[in-house]
């Protein structure tokens, strides 16, 4: 048996780190063989790149995230334990984890750890 490496690309948004395809009717991250590839594939799917540079999808660009975090990053809050008790089905499988949000106006950036991949050094709070 042999094998090798190979090098495939990924179209993710700059927005919410959300993989190209990954919540499209096959539901899986699509690979391409070059970046133009992956960033083509996307902007014809109605991803946009914006004057900056960065590649949104077509969520965050409904959302029009704050600006000031596209550019900087988001303003996380600290990270909440879920009190959902297993309402939320995912939780109810897999038990609940942590949670935090961007706490600029006008953006809907969040994130989500569970318990097993929770973060083992403070991380600085920027505002």
Known sequence: MS???????????DGCRLDFD??????VT???DTENDALGAAVADGWQITEAGL??????LARRLNP?????????SDWTPCA??????????FGCGLF???LRDHCDGH????????PTVDEPHRR
């Open 84 to 93: 959902c008790q297993g309402r939320i089905p995912d939780h109810a499988l």
């Open 3 to 13: 094998t090798r490496r190979t090098t495939c690309y990924v179209a993710t948004c």
């Open 111 to 118: 994130d989500a750890a569970t318990l097993a991949a929770l």
């Open 100 to 102: 935090r949000y961007c």
């Open 30 to 32: 699509l690979h391409f």
């Open 55 to 60: 590649l949104l999808c077509r969520l965050c």
């Open 68 to 76: 000031l975090c596209l550019e900087r990053g988001h303003d996380y």
């Open 22 to 27: 990954e919540s499209g009717p096959q539901g």
